[in-house]
T-cell receptor, first 111, second 112 residues
Framework: DAGVTQSPTHLIKTRGQQVTLRCSPK?????VSWYQQALGQGPQFIFQ???????QRGNFPDRFSGHQFPNYSSELNVNALLLGDSALYLCASSLGTGELFFGEGSRLTVL | GDSVTQMEGPVTLSEEAFLTINCTYT??????LFWYVQYPGEGLQLLLKATKADDKGSNKGFEATYRKETTSFHLEKGSVQVSDSAVYFCALSDNAGNMLTFGGGTRLMVKP
């Protein structure tokens, strides 16, 4: 049984560019959450998707947007990248509000 | 808003030493509390949880007790191993269970 898978694992962008990160949830899970983990810090909640709708959002600007597809996979989009967006982006899936299972993350470097 | 504060690391211990990592929280309502572990190059894994006051979560020799009166959820292990070297995160969930608020993490290094 595959767990949560994320792609790409690493990527480098320059300021002002846009990036799309992808997440496939654990089999049977219908809810996907995204977190940003800056170096040396704890993860911060970006948003959560359920039934293709954004159910809850953390304190992140509108440059951060997402999408959930009918197969429950999800994308995180970040526009107009800033140096401060450099971080590990973690996807977590769950069945409703059950236990979260995290992927290994996508490490974004903005130059 | 909700917040979690945990002791800064790194914590360096010798194998078989006793471990305590302090965690305190501020929250409205009655959150659930969690400890997650992050091994090098891996994602977060749930270590243990407690959903109400006085509950004790335990797993792999680690344990933590939900103390509402002191708003704490300290992680303990009686005898650490080299394989326990990792970063540990304390976290709480909102009342709806949709969002986790994490502490800053504590790096544990266990030397043989």
């Amino acid at each position: 049984d595959a767990g949560v898978t994320q792609s790409p694992t690493h990527l480098i962008k320059t300021r002002g560019q846009q990036v799309t990160l992808r997440c496939s949830p654990k089999s049977g899970h219908d809810t996907v959450s995204w977190y940003q983990q800056a170096l040396g810090q704890g993860p911060q909640f970006i948003f959560q998707y359920y039934e293709e709708e954004e159910r809850q959002r953390g304190n992140f600007p509108d440059r951060f947007s997402g999408h959930q597809f009918p197969n429950y996979s999800s994308e995180l989009n970040v526009n107009a990248l800033l140096l401060g967006d450099s971080a590990l982006y973690l996807c977590a899936s769950s069945l409703g509000t059950g236990e979260l299972f995290f992927g290994e993350g996508s490490r974004l470097t903005v130059l | 808003g909700d917040s979690v504060t945990q002791m800064e690391g790194p914590v360096t211990l010798s194998e078989e030493a006793f471990l305590t990592i302090n965690c305190t929280y501020t929250a409205t309502g009655y959150p659930s509390l969690f400890w997650y572990v992050q091994y090098p190059g891996e994602g977060l894994q749930l270590l243990l949880k407690a959903t109400k006051a006085d509950d004790k979560g335990s797993n792999k020799g680690f344990e933590a007790t939900y103390r509402k009166e002191t708003t704490s959820f300290h992680l303990e292990k009686g005898s650490v191993q080299v394989s326990d070297s990792a970063v540990y995160f304390c976290a709480l969930s909102d009342n709806a269970g949709n969002m986790l608020t994490f502490g800053g993490g504590t790096r544990l290094m266990v030397k043989p």
